[in-house]
């Protein structure tokens, strides 16, 4: 079992291009949730989905942000019209279930938006 | 709005000494609880639940939960070079809330 696999470990990006963050859940796992984590705002929930569908998405910023989830081993956050305060450590983790059951996270997206 | 403090920001303790980390919670309804540690360069990694009032322990991990006080406490004994890391409460109730993390250091 590799855990929760995120692409690419590392991407850096201009102000105002598009970056597409990428998640592979652990197989059999039916969560799939999203953070952002800096060191000023600490670790931020963004969103979720349970079975692929989204369940809640009331962290992510609505206007540059999205989360999909199109089949049961990935899931993608893509941010559009990056910004230098979107630099973060983007966190996805999976888990077996939702509020009693242990999250693993995987190892992050460190974004950086020049 | 569940509100997830975490006291203190950063604690240092000499190796083979006890850390304890204080976590306190806003909401009464809150179920299920967790203690996460994160290395620097990873992601985050529980390293226990607690779920009952009272203590649970772990090898040299005890938890601590009183639910009437809104409060769980995470207590290393023994603590090695290898514990230095942020660790996080989270509490899941409705949605699940992380702390803002205590930075240990245990120096040898």
């Known amino acids: 079992n590799a855990g929760v696999i995120q692409t690419p470990r590392h991407k850096v990006t201009g102000k105002g291009q598009e970056a597409t963050l990428w998640c592979e859940p652990i197989?059999?796992?039916?969560?799939v949730f999203w953070y952002r984590q800096t060191i000023v705002q600490g670790l931020e929930f963004l969103t979720y989905?349970?079975?692929?569908?989204?369940?809640?998405d009331s962290g992510m910023p609505k206007e540059r942000f999205s989360a999909q989830m199109p089949n049961q081993s990935h899931s993608t956050l893509k941010i559009q019209s990056t910004q230098p305060q979107d630099s973060a450590v983007y966190l996805c983790?999976?888990?077996?279930?939702?509020?009693?059951?242990?999250?693993?996270f995987g190892p992050g997206t460190r974004l950086t938006v020049l | 709005q569940q509100k997830v403090q975490q006291s203190p920001e950063s604690l240092i303790v000499p190796e083979g000494g006890m850390a304890s980390l204080n976590c306190t919670f806003s909401?009464?309804?809150?179920?299920y609880f967790w203690w996460y540690r994160q290395h620097s360069g990873e992601g985050p990694k529980a390293l226990m639940?607690?779920?009952?009032?009272g203590d649970k322990k772990e090898g040299r991990f005890t938890a601590h939960l009183n639910k009437a006080s809104l409060h769980v406490s995470l207590h290393i004994k023994d603590s090695q070079p290898s514990d230095s890391a942020l660790y996080f409460c989270?509490?899941?109730?409705?949605?699940?809330?992380f702390g803002d993390g205590t930075q240990l250091v245990v120096k040898p």
């Open positions: 983790a999976s888990s077996l279930g939702v509020l009693s059951y242990e999250q693993y």
């Open positions: 197989s059999g796992h039916s969560a």
């Open positions: 989905f349970r079975n692929q569908a989204p369940i809640d």
């Open positions: 909401d009464r309804n809150s179920q």
């Open positions: 639940s607690i779920f009952s009032n």
């Open positions: 989270a509490v899941s109730t409705g949605g699940i809330f």
